[in-house]
């Protein structure tokens, strides 16, 4: 069992990982990061030691690398002990990326982290993967005392995850910045959008997204569907509605 | 000021259209359908007359064409009234599609309608354009009483405004589905993407979407974007990712 975290990093995803331990009372001993600044700023706020000198490190059941991806290998080799287990938390990177003598892990927290905002953490799901067993095992538990919903999957399952992640999430996001853009064209607030971006969520929280879809490509409607691409300025707007409707298109009309 | 109302057709948009006017004491008179089986289906749940003969419309303040696109110009022939409002429903056909001698006008609701769904009228913006001032007063007016939110835009705006919905609904939708699909393939249920996608369409309620931004195009990250190319095996699906990530670069790091 795990009793004892040190969490390395202090951005978005340390900050909130570091709290939802905490509240789960899971005794993190020590944060590090290589400005010590920032790791100051968590320290104070959650009450717990911080340093920038991975020299430093206490001893721990677990060490937590939640940094930014091209950091996660760097930090990984200086870890000074063996005798432990490892773990980076990127959807990304596959387990092999953590160099060092140690055992290895990983723990994937899915969810979009930005310091301002309230997470509940009980809904993040884990993604979980270790070199051995007891390890998973320990990852899974901890996972789950963290949210209730753990998964141990391998690294190439979790890459999967995290390109669906993208999906649903950074894409989605993406589209609901060019329909701002075009409100803001229109002189219409972009608030118009909201309840219909609710009932599009809550939608496919009732019934699977396949048979929620709607709209033009999904009736087949080309009339529409050539009106619109007629109408958008930007290229890229232009070519984004092109691919979307033409794969909504594929997927129930042919 | 709009007392009484027939609504033509008795689709998805008829039949929350009809339920939302009755809920705000708006007196609908009758539904007209082509087919009768329909309109009796909805007439018999909001206890109105109903027909199919267009010749028996009885008469009322605002005739509303609420039927799908193709089917508007040739109800809106047969209308057999001049001295009354005529208006459609559609974001993406302009005012002019009616032929008649009648005042026209267009009152679109931008919501994505499924009968199934319970769907809180209060929160649906209208938009509304007619021909002359008055009745534009007027259907604004309903729209307001029906939603509290209602806006006066033109045909070429309207279009816009459909665009936008169909970006922000139905292909966020398709990214859901495609999402799914990659779950499924990797036995994960879809059900853990419910708390990310939660929070993306939470956090755009407080921040704007431009700045809500994240993920690995954002952060210009071309090794990750890279990483998850290679590894979408479905081509449609990578070149959807790739034309995203490729958009979100563009915007945040040129």
């Known amino acids: 069992m795990i009793r004892t975290v040190v969490i390395l990093g ?7 990982l570091t709290r939802a331990l905490l509240q789960n009372t899971v005794d993190v001993r020590q944060i590090y990061n290589r400005t010590l600044e920032k790791a100051k700023e968590i320290g104070e706020t959650t009450n717990i030691k911080y340093t920038d000198k991975i020299s430093e490190l206490e001893k721990a059941d677990l060490y937590i690398i939640a940094s930014s991806d091209d950091a996660i290998e760097e ?9 432990t287990l490892v773990v980076h938390t990127s959807g990304s990177q596959p387990m ?7 055992r290895k892990g990983v723990f994937y927290p899915m969810q979009t982290f930005s310091k301002e905002a309230y997470l509940q953490y009980d809904e993040i799901p884990f993604f979980v993967e270790a070199q051995n067993e007891n390890d998973l095992e320990d990852l899974y538990q901890l996972g789950k005392r963290v949210s209730g919903k753990a998964y141990k999957i391998d690294s190439a399952k979790r890459l999967k995850m995290h390109i669906s992640a993208v999906m649903v999430n950074n894409f989605t996001n993406h589209l609901y910045t060019l329909a701002a853009d075009l409100c803001e064209k229109n002189e219409i607030p972009f608030e118009v959008f909201h309840p219909l971006i609710i009932e ?3 939608k496919i929280m009732k019934i699977p997204p396949y048979k929620a879809q709607t709209g033009p490509a999904r009736r087949g409607d080309e009339r529409v569907v050539h009106t619109h691409l007629e109408n958008i300025e930007n290229d890229n707007v ?7 409707s033409q794969s909504i298109t594929k997927m129930y009309n042919d």
Chains 1, 2 share one sequence.
């Open 96 to 102: 092999s990326i953590l160099k060092g003598d140690y």
């Open 10 to 16: 202090a951005g978005n995803v340390a900050y909130h």
């Open 200 to 202: 599009t969520t809550e």
């Open 75 to 83: 930090i990984s080799y200086h870890i000074p002990f063996n005798n």
């Open 238 to 244: 232009r070519e984004i509605y092109r691919l979307l």
